[in-house]
């Protein structure tokens, strides 16, 4: 597994355990089989590219509920929204700074990606609530 | 009562950052602003003891709020903590160098947040 993999999974785990209180069990390369909210983050800097977060709509209804420490039937559609943008905001801060620890990066305002099924296959996925793998999590050098 | 201003242009994140504050006892009134360009308006009206600012906001950043803040007599004494996703040292001694009192990496706990604001306020709140 590459060293930018390593990093990618070290911290999405990190993540996840000081946001929200959770474990993250890596799954591999795999298919979210579900409706999903999806953000990206472009960056620029040593490398350009981009890091995009997927989570089913059901985690991500969750993970707002726990970030917010409120019932998950009070969180608002665009609060999850909002949820999905800052975990990736994060996340790829948390992936490149981990991968190369001296550079400096510039990153854009995350941006809303279509929602609803994907057929895309991540390059990492993550398993945070029922098990299956809920959480995929992909980044693209050179775009 | 401490007043605590929260930059950033993530709804979700002010609320984070304000609830992290409150849950740890302190007696703060928040204030709010989407970006910097709001952040300096309602920093000259409310005076606050305290600014939390995101570095990566549409209009005018965080980069330039400290700047603004520090070259306003008005302002300039307000400690300004910038709380980034942004893990890039050189970007933290940037801030720094530039007036900010601390910076912090996202997800900073609320612990380390009360910890931070005490600091920066001698212990007040």
């Known amino acids: 597994m590459s060293s930018l993999s390593n990093a990618l ?14 474990q993250a069990v890596y799954s591999g ?3 979210l089989d579900a409706s999903v909210i999806s953000a990206s983050v472009s960056f620029s800097g040593p490398l350009t590219g981009k890091f995009r977060v997927a ?50 990066f510039d990153f ?8 609803g099924h994907t057929p895309d296959c991540f390059a990492h996925t993550f398993a945070l609530s029922c098990g299956d793998p809920d959480m995929g999590v992909d980044i693209r050098i050179g775009s | 009562m401490t007043r605590v201003l929260v ?15 409150t849950m740890t006892g302190l007696e703060v009134s928040i204030y709010e602003a989407g970006n910097g360009s709001d952040a300096i308006a309602i920093a000259s009206d409310i005076r606050p003891d ?6 990566n906001m549409p209009g005018m950043s965080g980069s330039e709020l400290v700047a603004r803040m520090h070259a306003d007599p008005g302002l300039r004494r307000v400690p300004v903590l910038v709380l980034s996703a942004d893990r890039g040292r050189s970007r933290a001694s940037e801030l720094l160098d530039a007036g900010a009192v601390a910076y912090l990496t996202k997800p900073a706990t609320p612990e ?14």
């Open chain 1, 9 to 22: 999974i070290a911290a999405v785990g990190q993540i996840v355990e000081s946001m929200y209180f959770r």
């Open chain 1, 29 to 31: 390369p795999s298919t």
């Open chain 1, 55 to 104: 989570l089913t709509s059901r985690l991500a209804r969750e993970l707002t509920a726990d970030f917010l420490v409120a019932e998950p039937s009070e969180i608002l559609p665009s609060e999850v929204i909002s949820t999905t943008r800052e975990l990736a905001n994060i996340a790829c801060g948390t992936v490149l700074s981990a991968w190369l620890p001296s550079a400096a």
């Open chain 1, 108 to 115: 854009e305002t995350p941006q809303d990606l279509e929602t």
């Open chain 2, 7 to 21: 930059v950033d242009d993530s709804p979700v994140m002010r609320r984070y950052v304000a609830r992290s504050l």
């Open chain 2, 50 to 55: 305290f600014v939390i600012t995101d570095l």
């Open chain 2, 112 to 125: 380390l947040l009360r910890h931070t604001l005490m600091t920066a306020l001698g212990g007040r709140p």
